[in-house]
């Protein structure tokens, strides 16, 4: 999962299946680890208002897995980047 895609612009790049994803700042460092049934779905619906670390943050790109272990995959991840927004919650 290395490939960013520009947020908001790009989320027609992101499937409508179950899978894990990324969001990055504008250095592309991780913030967030998120995973969703319906990744096209989920990634339009950040930033995530009942996460003030994400209404924080300036979320400039993004990145996706598709996966049907999404539950095991997104610890995996955060487990890897800890990302602040995550975190927090």
């Not at 208002?49 to 997104?74: D, G, M, V």
């Amino acid at each position: 999962m290395t490939d960013w895609y520009n947020f908001p612009e790009d989320l027609n790049r992101a499937p409508s299946t179950e899978g894990v994803y990324l969001l990055g700042d504008t250095l592309q460092n991780v913030v967030y680890v998120g995973r969703a049934d319906d990744l096209r779905e989920r990634l339009s619906q950040h930033p995530d208002p009942n996460n003030s670390c994400l209404q924080r943050k300036a979320i400039k790109y993004f990145a996706f897995e598709e996966t049907s272990n999404s539950e095991e995959r997104e610890q995996e991840l955060i487990d890897k980047y800890d990302p602040e927004c995550n975190r927090t919650q």
